[in-house]
């Protein structure tokens, strides 16, 4: 994330002093090296496009959509863009990520999120709120979202466990994050505010993943960890990445690898200069046989802000991560890790193909087996709820 080296010093500093007073559900990973492996894979360069920091969809007519300094831009599966929503636009250089609806009824709310239709982080003026983009490219402002100095991450329950309710994370202070829940009429409801400094690109898990099915699973890149959010409001960790952690290195990019067809997924590699990892103002992609030799339906994948490094984590019921995939050194990873069931393939396979297998670690969660009671405890975080 682009934002002020001494507020990143202080959120990491208060989300230290936070841990020593709370507690997170489940207790510190172990890891354990899984033996040898083929190297993994590399991400391709698939298109230029200066200013890109998210991809969502893809649309209905299979097109993806990418944000792309302060405007919207249309991506062909053959890589051809064209802008889109002239009515539309967002301060260049902030981090206003997007959703794509696949047509979501809303629970209990009488009303429905379109299909294509964009839902958009906007993070003009107090409160923060969310813009609301028809599919023929209408701008309205669906919501303010009281609560949170910023929004920092958005992803629509497609999976129904929020009510099928869009998403959206931001802190209140330093090292605390409010999960707000919004309706298709604009109605917020907190979820919770829990003692962890969520950001970047997150989603909520199939009903597959283990333990954490149906949560709301976002990454910490400043310590490396993944944690999941559950729709009553608590906070359990997932995994340690086993990365590099720490400000635009971390992990930042989550996404869920679908149940058919063959997958292909994408990253925004934002193009940073001055930064340690200046990024390629590119569309990074990952073709179904990339993919094919080291996830599978259900797995998560996260990719971390300083070269783009993928992590696959799997739960079922205990969780293991591993290495799926490097980027190039330079690149700045950012917003979503966007996974697709592509019918045609996702093209020709590129330089990511996968040979098969995966750098992996053991990572057993915080589910009270005995094989946890030598673990090294971590410092307690959890975050007190909200009241709806």
Not at 237 to 257: N, R, T
Not at 284 to 309: C, F, I, N, Q
């Amino acid at each position: 994330m682009l934002r002020s080296r001494r507020v990143r010093a202080l959120v990491a500093a208060a989300a230290a002093a936070a841990g020593a007073a709370a507690s997170v559900a489940g207790v510190a990973p172990a890891v354990k090296a899984a033996g040898p492996t083929s190297s993994p894979p590399a991400w391709e360069r698939w298109i230029h496009l200066p200013g890109v920091f998210d991809v969502a969809g893809p649309r209905g007519d299979g097109r993806l959509v990418a944000a792309v300094h302060g405007k919207l831009v249309l991506i062909a599966p053959s890589g051809a863009t064209s802008d889109f929503a002239s009515g539309y636009s967002a301060p260049d250089g902030s981090e206003s990520y997007i959703a794509v609806s696949p047509g979501l009824a809303v629970d209990g709310a009488g009303c429905r999120f379109a299909k294509d239709e964009i839902l958009a982080l906007d993070l003009r003026g107090a409160p923060p709120g969310v813009a609301r983009i028809a599919p023929g490219g209408a701008v309205t402002r669906l919501a303010d979202v009281p609560g949170p100095s910023t929004l920092t991450g958005i992803a629509l329950d497609t999976v129904g466990s929020f009510g099928h309710r869009l998403l959206v994370v931001g802190p209140t202070q330093p090292g605390r994050t409010q999960v707000s829940a919004v309706d298709c009429r604009g109605a917020v409801r907190p979820v919770a505010v829990v003692d962890a400094p969520l950001e970047g690109g997150v989603a909520v898990a199939p009903p597959t993943f283990g333990p954490y099915g149906g949560h709301l699973v976002a990454p910490d890149e400043l310590d490396g960890t993944i944690y999941a959010v559950s729709p009553g409001g608590q906070l359990s960790l997932v995994a340690a990445s086993g990365v590099a952690a720490g400000a635009d290195i971390g992990v930042e990019s989550a996404g869920f690898v679908p149940g058919s067809g063959t997958r292909v997924a994408y990253m925004a590699d934002r193009g940073t200069p001055g930064n340690p990892h200046p990024g390629t103002d590119s569309v990074l992609r990952l073709t179904g046989s990339a993919l094919a030799g080291s996830a599978r339906p259900g797995d998560l994948l996260v990719g971390t802000e300083g070269a783009a490094t993928v992590v696959r984590v799997r739960c079922a019921p205990t969780c293991e991560a591993g290495v799926a995939a490097t980027g190039p050194a330079t690149a700045h990873g950012e917003g979503r890790l966007l996974v697709i069931a592509s019918a045609s393939g996702g093209g020709s396979p590129g330089p990511g193909a996968i040979a098969g297998g995966v750098a992996a670690v053991v990572v057993a969660t915080g589910l009270g087996l005995a094989a946890l009671r030598r673990v090294r405890r971590r410092p307690s975080r959890a975050g007190p709820r909200l009241q709806a």
